[in-house]
């Protein structure tokens, strides 16, 4: 019997001959219906609907056969529920059936997603900003801007450090967590900070000038030695020196964004067997290993290389020229490097020592920020 039915029984009455000879007029008529009248009921063998007979004589009442189980009824083989489904809680309804579903294909927690939709491994792309220039973000959150007339920025987001070429390559900055340098023409100006002191010092054709925001005078080391001088350094930390030269690159070009677009449509991608992810945009060539090491290489006409490299994992960072090579790097060798044909500055970020060297002599400051000659 379905579940929420009640069974109904038909009432058997015995009439009158009167009734008798009017029900015998279409005897079959008669039978036919209570016939189908009790099997659309289906009612069980206690409550079986019984006919009238022709004759005043009593007649063996109609009996239906007798199944195991009821073609309608729950208990039927195709009214069985999977064990998946049968398992569900009985409080289950619409709503919360939709609340465990995911949004997000295969639309099922118990399937595995196809490799179709793993995320891509290398994680790299490409788009040309509105600012006009190219914008490279690779792996380990390292992010490469290429300007229309080639201006380069480096960007490491995970040691807080960038890097910034111009377009002349005169002209190039670096931020670094520990210090700051601004190479503009023949002179590069360096300046970090600590608890000790704010240091600044100075690299141009006449020699080193360095002084500190403790001390009163500002020292000029030459080939003569180091002595007290006069002379103006810029505040670095005033402003973000490698964003400030980059973007002005870009604004010197006029078609920049088409430029860009088509530079993008002419860059070529290759992996070498040691697992090197390999860009070549205009004449910049890129690198980044497996680790997230990026090495940006440009060349220019006069067949000199300009070399940018950071590292997401250890925080170094360099930038080879001809004119300048700088190093910088964090952990228990923290410390920033400048030389200059044989001009030197070393910056300790342990010691907090400042030490500056030309043509054979050293001075600076030492971990309590005094000055000393060496």
């Given at each position: ?87 569900l809680p009985a409080n ?100 970090t900070e600590d608890e ?179």
């Amino acid at each position: 019997m379905g579940k929420g039915k009640e069974t109904k029984s038909l009432p058997v009455s015995m009439g009158n001959r009167e009734d008798h000879e009017k029900e015998n007029k279409s005897p079959i008529t008669r039978k036919d219906a209570e016939a189908s009248s009790s099997l659309a009921k289906v009612v069980s063998n206690d409550a079986l609907t019984k006919v009238r007979p022709k004759t005043p004589a009593r007649v063996t009442p109609l009996t239906i056969p007798s199944y195991s189980s009821s073609p309608l009824s729950p208990t039927a083989e195709e009214f069985q529920l999977a064990p998946h489904i049968s398992a569900l809680p009985a409080n289950t309804n619409l709503s919360s059936l939709f609340s465990t579903l995911s949004l997000t294909p295969p639309f099922s927690p118990h399937l595995p997603p196809p490799p179709a939709w793993q995320p891509h491994h290398s994680g790299v792309t490409a788009v040309v900003e509105q600012q006009g220039y190219i914008s490279l973000r690779l792996r380990h959150d390292v992010v490469l801007d290429i300007s229309a007339n080639q201006a380069i920025r480096l960007t490491n987001n995970l040691k807080n450090s960038s890097m910034s070429l111009s377009a002349c390559t005169t002209q190039m900055a670096l931020v670094h967590p520990k210090g700051r340098i601004l190479q503009y023409g023949p002179r590069v100006e360096v300046q970090t900070e600590d608890e000790v002191s704010v240091k600044n010092a100075k690299i141009y054709p006449r020699g080193i000038s360095f002084t500190a925001n403790n001390m009163a005078l500002v020292y000029l080391l030459d080939e003569a030695g180091a002595r007290s001088t006069s002379d103006m350094f810029h505040d670095l930390y005033a402003t973000q020196i490698v964003d400030t030269l980059f973007v002005e690159s870009c604004q010197r070009e006029g078609q920049s964004v088409s430029t860009c677009i088509r530079l993008l449509d002419m860059a070529r991608y290759w992996r070498t067997e040691a697992g090197v992810d390999c860009w070549v945009i205009g004449h910049v060539f890129i690198q980044q290993t497996e680790d997230g090491l990026v090495t940006v290489e440009r060349e220019v006409q006069h067949g000199d290389t300009f070399v940018l490299k950071t590292s997401p994992s250890n925080g170094k960072v360099r930038f080879d020229s001809r004119f300048v090579q700088v190093t910088a790097s964090l952990g228990d060798e923290s410390h920033m490097f400048l030389r200059s044909r044989d001009r030197r500055l070393h910056y300790s970020g342990q010691t907090k020592v400042f030490t500056v060297r030309n043509a054979g002599h050293s001075a600076g400051f030492d971990k309590e920020g005094e000055l000393r000659i060496f």
